[in-house]
């Protein structure tokens, strides 16, 4: 993979400086840590404005993660390519759906060492469930799931526990609701429900 912010000498410590100068005026506190593993897939959630972003960066630097993440390929037209991919970014072409969910998880199977960074809303619209992707990439990649979450309400970000797929996905997706039932989302109208879509079964998402 290639180079980012996130392990840019000179550019790094200051943009740590800088997010924790905001942390600090803004009132909010990172919490938790990263579990010592070469990949892992943390969840991000809940992703309902921009913002959330933001606030994700500067925890990053703060837990001094070198994070990817996954984004629509229009982000990374033109002189902002190269600017997205800096900070983590890996364009994916979601208008071709098809083995979405085995793409990801080929990029995630080819790294020695990869933290990535998946929103399962997919969207900051209104849904009413989590896409599962997220659950089927750790699982075909042999990587457990780290509940990172942004709670506006105690105005907390971090990292939660670590969930081992266990292969029985409606279990681990109530483990998984249970975590996030006490998480406050910058516009609570428009969460999502963090369990299993009904009717889904074990059938990977997008």
Same mark, same amino acid.
Do not use: D, M, Q, S
């Given at each position: 993979m290639k180079r980012t912010v996130f392990d840019? =000498? *000179?550019v790094r410590p200051l943009l740590r400086l800088i997010s924790a100068i905001c942390l600090k005026i803004t009132g909010w506190r990172i919490v938790g840590q990263v579990p010592d593993l070469p990949r892992l897939v943390i969840v991000?959630?809940?992703h309902t404005s921009n913002w959330d972003f933001v606030i994700g960066l500067f925890a990053a630097f703060m837990l001094r993660i070198k994070v990817y993440w996954i984004g629509k390929d229009n982000l990374f037209?033109? =002189?902002f390519r190269a600017f997205f991919q800096w900070f983590g970014g890996i364009p994916i072409n979601r208008s071709v759906s098809q083995n979405l969910v085995e793409r990801i998880t080929e990029i995630f199977r080819g790294q020695e060492r990869m933290i990535l960074a998946?929103? =399962?809303e997919g969207t900051r619209k209104k849904v009413?469930?989590?896409k599962t992707g997220f659950y089927h990439i750790a699982t075909g990649a042999g990587t457990p799931i780290v509940l990172g979450f942004i709670d506006y309400r105690r105005k907390l970000c971090g990292l939660g526990p670590a969930l081992v797929p266990t292969g029985n996905i409606a279990d681990d997706m109530?483990? *998984?609701r249970a975590f996030y039932a006490g998480i406050t989302a910058k516009r609570p109208d428009m969460t999502g429900l963090p369990v299993l879509k009904p009717g889904l079964g074990s059938k990977p998402g997008s």
């Open positions: 840019t =000498p *000179i991000g959630a809940f037209r033109g =002189p998946l929103a =399962p009413n469930y989590w109530e483990k *998984i």
